[in-house]
C-alpha cells in the first residue's frame, strides 16, 4: 500500500488532505448542529494538514516521482475526464430536480477515479480510496434517509473521512 516514491505519498498528502477539507465544507451545508464544530475542525485540521504535506513535497521535490511525460498526461485525461462527467451528471440531476444527488454523484465519479490513478501513479493505496469513496457515497444515502440527514452532510463526512485518512496514511509513510 505505501508508493515507491516519498514525493508522491507527500504529495498525496496534499490532494488528500485539500479535498478532504472541501468534502468536510460541503458537508456543512445543512449537517445537524451537533456536526457543525466537528466538521469545522475537520475541516482546519485537513487544510493544515494539506500545507504540511506542501512542505514535505517541497522537501522531497528532488526525489523520484512516478510521473513522466506519458504518465502526466494519462493523469490530465483521467482528471479531465473525471471533471466532465462529474459536471454533466451534476448538471443533468439539478435540471431534473434531484440536485439533492449531486453530492452522491460526485463522490461517485471522484471513487472511480482513483482506480486508475492506483497503477498510474504505482499507489495501491488508490485502491482502497476509490473502494472507500464509492462505498461512502452508496451507503450514504440510505443513512441518510434513515436518519433524515441531509444526503451533502452524510456523502460529505463519508468522503472527507477516507481522503483525510488517506492523507494521514501517506503522511505516516513520508515522516518516520
Not at 41 to 57: H, Q
Not at 72 to 91: D, H, K, L, S, Y
Request: hydrophobic share 60%; aromatic share 10%; net charge negative.
Amino acid at each position: 500500500m505505501i508508493a515507491d516514491h516519498q514525493r508522491d505519498a507527500a504529495a498525496t498528502v496534499v490532494v488528500c488532505a485539500f479535498f478532504a477539507s472541501a468534502w468536510f465544507g460541503w458537508a456543512q451545508d445543512s449537517p445537524p448542529r451537533a456536526w457543525v464544530v466537528p466538521l469545522a475542525v475537520a475541516s482546519v485540521g485537513s487544510v493544515l494538514l494539506a500545507v504540511l504535506g506542501a512542505l514535505l513535497t517541497w522537501q522531497r521535490w528532488t526525489d523520484g516521482t512516478a510521473l513522466d511525460r506519458e504518465t502526466a498526461q494519462a493523469f490530465g485525461v483521467v482528471v479531465a475526464v473525471e471533471v466532465v462527467v462529474a459536471g454533466v451528471g451534476a448538471a443533468v440531476l439539478s435540471r431534473s430536480g434531484q440536485g439533492e444527488y449531486t453530492p452522491v454523484w460526485i463522490a461517485l465519479v471522484v471513487g472511480v477515479h482513483f482506480i486508475p490513478l492506483a497503477p498510474m501513479l504505482e499507489y495501491p493505496l488508490f485502491y482502497l480510496v476509490a473502494a472507500g469513496v464509492v462505498v461512502a457515497a452508496v451507503v450514504g444515502v440510505p443513512v441518510a434517509r434513515s436518519a433524515e440527514l441531509p444526503l451533502s452532510a452524510v456523502t460529505g463526512v463519508g468522503t472527507g473521512s477516507v481522503l483525510l485518512a488517506a492523507a494521514l496514511f501517506s503522511l505516516a509513510t513520508v515522516v518516520p
